[in-house]
């Protein structure tokens, strides 16, 4: 008997919490970390009688998210209720949207598994969040208000990815996205972007949809990889060895390193959605939606095909300058300050030289936390350096102490140059001196580049460097060592 092959098929539910200073609906904050049920009222602890208010800024923040996304931005949504009880809903149901998005449509491309794939994304729609449950306090289940009602967008995709290597690829492409746009901060650990994965196989060249698997509580990338790399090789066991698969929630087990069942799963949640009645239709003005779309940020794919062809940087370059929203922004602040001395004309030479410094030195130092950053220096800081290394003025070994520093005092770089007398040599009697006194002291690598062995001025050009404490131009010392030298036999 042949063995079946089979395909997955995976859809994705991303909750994105909006970065809003207040909650969807009142008035309470949504920043973390305060003391249990300090951030609550009565409207997100659904007291009798409250009633809810939109907060624009959540509504802005969801609609730059669908532009970024292709979708089709509804001049009119509908708020509804989604009926179901759990300790952590108050109100005993939960304000989202469900016929009628603010967001319908889109699509977002990713690179994975060696192509250039299209994945459809069906909605982003607008709901608050539940509060949390605290289990094990003491003997008790507590619950924690403070966070019921912040705000949420849920992005739902089509069921289009095809691997697990594609859907880490599309979660990490729609967090960097809606990082640059500004509306979430992409903390996985966290919380503030998390993601449900369904995930089916079916017979390859099949069209109906296998049995459906929802995996949930899944808190980081690699963990998402796993779990859906697992969950498809679970399922092909259970098919292989004559078993039915069942429609289930399951969720991640890094101790195990495996998925568990945590409930079964009917084919349809008796939710019992209806329109809130105390929310009015969501109306978004078209004036409105074209001054957001004129207002957005250039997005990270863009910037990094721009550095490309304006400033040479490779793919890899710009993917690390883009790996945050302060260091894509740092980058090019750093390479105008040069631009603007040395002009146009030499920007693809600025942003060559800025990327390498600030990948070498700058990012090592830097810390962030969500979309908050903290760099080292100024950029224009940096910007003057490498005019410092450009020029002469320092080497590549002297301007990492000077960059040291920087860090310490937070001085410009020429300033800590003409305090330090951190110059660099170039006066070439006194260079052309030390390669004498080099060439002296080691006659035996003098014989061995006059007998062809040329890789040998490597060692040499660096006892010159130690003999004038770095201060050489590497270049100008290997010159004078060529010139004194003569050509290899």
């Known amino acids: ?47 009798p009688g409250a009633l809810p208010v939109p907060n624009g800024g959540a509504i802005e ?21 989604k009926n179901y009880f759990y300790p952590d809903l108050a109100k005993g149901y939960q304000i989202s949207q469900y016929d009628l998005p603010i967001n319908a449509g889109g699509s977002l491309e990713i690179d994975a598994d060696g192509a250039r794939i299209r994945i459809g994304v069906t909605r982003i729609h607008l709901e608050e969040d539940a509060a949390k449950n605290l289990h094990g306090v003491g003997e008790e289940s507590l619950v924690d208000f403070n966070r019921a009602g912040v705000p949420l967008i849920e992005i ?88 039915t698969l069942t429609q289930e929630t399951r969720t991640w087990s890094e101790s195990s390193d495996k998925t568990l069942p945590m409930r079964s799963k009917e084919d349809a949640h008796d939710y019992r959605y209806f329109a809130d009645p105390d929310l009015p239709v969501l109306a978004v003005r078209e004036q409105q939606v074209a001054d957001l779309a004129q207002a957005m940020p250039e997005l990270p794919e863009a910037r990094r095909h721009r550095w ?16 945050h929203p302060a260091f894509a922004d740092y980058f090019e602040s750093a390479v105008r300050s ?24 700058i990012l090592r130092y830097a810390t962030t936390n969500g979309l908050a950053a903290s760099l080292p220096v100024p950029a224009d800081h940096v910007g003057e350096l490498v005019m410092l290394i450009d020029n002469g003025t320092l080497s ?19 300033s800590i140059v003409e305090s330090t007398g951190l110059l660099q040599l170039t006066d070439a009697s006194a260079i052309d001196t030390e390669v004498k006194r080099v060439l002296e002291k080691h006659p035996e690598a ?42 290899p036999q």
């Open 1 to 47: 008997m042949t063995a079946v092959s089979y395909e997955p098929v995976i859809g994705l539910e991303v909750h994105a919490q909006l970065l809003t200073r207040t909650k969807l609906f009142c008035a309470c904050l949504t920043s973390a970390g305060a003391p249990p049920n300090t951030h609550v009222c009565a409207v997100c602890l659904g007291l």
């Open 61 to 81: 923040m969801a609609i730059k998210a669908g532009l970024a996304l292709g979708c089709d931005v509804r001049g009119a949504s509908v708020f509804a209720r």
């Open 156 to 243: 739902v995709s089509e069921p289009d990815l095809r691997s697990a290597g594609q859907a880490e690829a599309y979660l990490r492409k729609l967090r960097e996205i809606l990082m640059f746009l500004g509306v979430n901060d992409g903390n996985l650990e966290e919380g503030s972007f998390r993601c449900d994965a369904n995930v089916s196989i079916r017979p390859v060249g099949t069209v109906p949809f296998g049995t459906r698997v929802e995996l949930k509580n899944i808190n980081s990338f690699r963990f998402v990889r796993k779990a859906i790399e697992h969950e498809i090789g679970r399922q092909e066991g259970v098919l292989a060895a004559g078993g």
């Open 308 to 323: 490309q062809a304006n400033l040479g940087l490779t793919p890899y370059d710009a993917g690390v300058l883009t790996g």
């Open 338 to 361: 040069v631009v603007e001395r040395w002009g146009p004309e030499r920007a693809r030479e600025a942003g060559k030289k800025v990327a390498n410094v600030i990948q070498a030195e």
């Open 396 to 414: 590549s070994k002297m301007a990492k102490d000077v960059l040291g520093q920087m860090v310490k005092t937070g001085k410009h770089p020429q």
């Open 446 to 487: 003098v014989e061995k580049y006059r007998s062809g062995k040329a890789n040998i001025i490597g060692f040499l050009v660096g006892q010159v460097m130690l003999a004038t404490g770095g201060k050489a131009k590497p270049e100008t010392v290997q010159q004078a060592l060529r010139e004194a030298l003569g050509p």
